[in-house]
């Protein structure tokens, strides 16, 4: 019982590590999902081009990140926007004069300072179509033919791979559930659960069977981190819950919600049918890998310390189920505040 206690506080001092390097990385450390915008741009007939920017509200404001086409698209229909519930959207047709659309370049100025993917989508008259992510850190996107599925399913597992090591909210988590587990086989048992469940919804919402509105789901995420800070610490006192004796079933309860969180990341909008089973696939490829490497890194460096016999003091060891509590409470009354701003604004426009 002794050595299991000491694993446990190893574990605990681990994830406290792991929860200030996550803040460091987060910056403002808020619980939100990175939601993607899109590009979509269509053949209309010879060399006019429909395009349409769909650029996702960013923490409440307009998004930093504009289009930037190329030189030779002229425009010959004035754009216009609209406000939907997530985004503003731009739609303009275009003249693409030689050498074409094939090399052209669309960029986005000010996309490198955000956390935004953008998908770019071209179809053309003859059937073809080209798909692309762009990323804040390579803020443009060449347009070709079509390209090898390796290359599409590379894209999308980058795009889950990225998108779960960018949510703070899903990772503390995860962490949760690590400091409330006892064993390798309930660890195995735990995990599995949370993944088979979150694959449910992540498939079902991108296939468009069910959606959950952003606000209510971020507040209901949180929710699911707050629920585990008291757990954590009854876990740390050596006290017992169906929670502890039962981690699998929670995991499996609120990776369902989780799950929606995750399709958040995965835009469909104009994507051909034909495109989604493997944009999910490969896309929950990538979620899991992000998320696998996230448990290795905690459990080696529970390794780490029991090698190095570091002893820490013991309201160091307390401090990984206050801290998952309390940014659980502080993103459950943020999304509460945003959800009254988002009817207040609603009403107001009606």
Do not use: C
């Not at 090399?103 to 179509?129: A, C, H, Q, W, Y």
């Amino acid at each position: 019982m002794k050595g299991m206690t000491g694993q446990r506080h190893l574990l605990g001092t681990g994830v406290t590590l792991l929860v200030l390097f996550i803040l460091s990385l987060s910056g403002a450390a808020l619980a939100h999902e990175s939601q993607p915008g899109s590009v979509d741009i269509k053949q209309l007939a010879g060399n006019r081009y429909e395009v349409i920017w769909k650029a996702p509200i960013y923490y409440g404001k307009r998004h930093p990140a504009r289009l930037e086409l190329p030189e030779h698209w002229q425009t010959v229909v004035e754009p216009t926007e609209r406000l939907i519930a997530d985004a503003h959207v731009y739609r303009r047709v275009v003249a693409i004069e030689d050498p074409g659309v094939h090399g052209s370049m669309v960029r986005f100025p000010g996309l490198e300072g955000t956390i935004t993917d953008v998908f770019v989508r071209l179809n053309r008259l003859d059937g073809t179509t080209m798909t692309a992510v762009v990323r804040p850190t390579k803020p443009f996107a060449e347009l070709r033919g079509e390209r090898s599925w390796h290359t599409t399913a590379a894209e999308y597992i980058g795009l889950g791979f990225h998108h779960i090591l960018q949510g703070i909210d899903h990772l503390l988590f995860v962490l949760g559930l690590l400091l409330i587990v006892k064993g390798r086989m309930m660890l195995l048992k735990t995990i599995t659960s949370f993944t088979v469940a979150h694959s449910l919804t992540l498939g079902i919402a991108t296939l468009g069977y069910a959606s959950a509105p952003l606000p209510p789901l971020n507040a209901a995420i949180a929710l699911s981190i707050l629920f585990l800070g008291p757990e954590i610490v009854r876990s740390w006192r050596g006290e017992t819950s169906l929670t502890i004796r039962y981690p699998w079933v929670v995991a499996f309860l609120f990776g369902l919600l989780h799950g929606f969180g995750f399709a958040s990341g995965l835009s469909t909008t104009g994507m051909p049918r034909a495109e989604l089973p493997p944009a999910l696939l490969f896309f929950n490829v990538g979620v899991e890998l992000g998320q696998l490497v996230f448990v290795f890194i905690a459990l080696a460096l529970v390794r780490s310390f029991r090698i190095l016999q570091v002893r820490w003091p013991r309201w160091v060891e307390a401090l990984p189920g206050y801290a998952v509590g309390s940014l659980g409470a502080y993103w459950t009354i943020q999304s509460k505040h945003e959800m009254r701003i988002s009817k207040y604004e609603t009403s107001n426009k009606l």
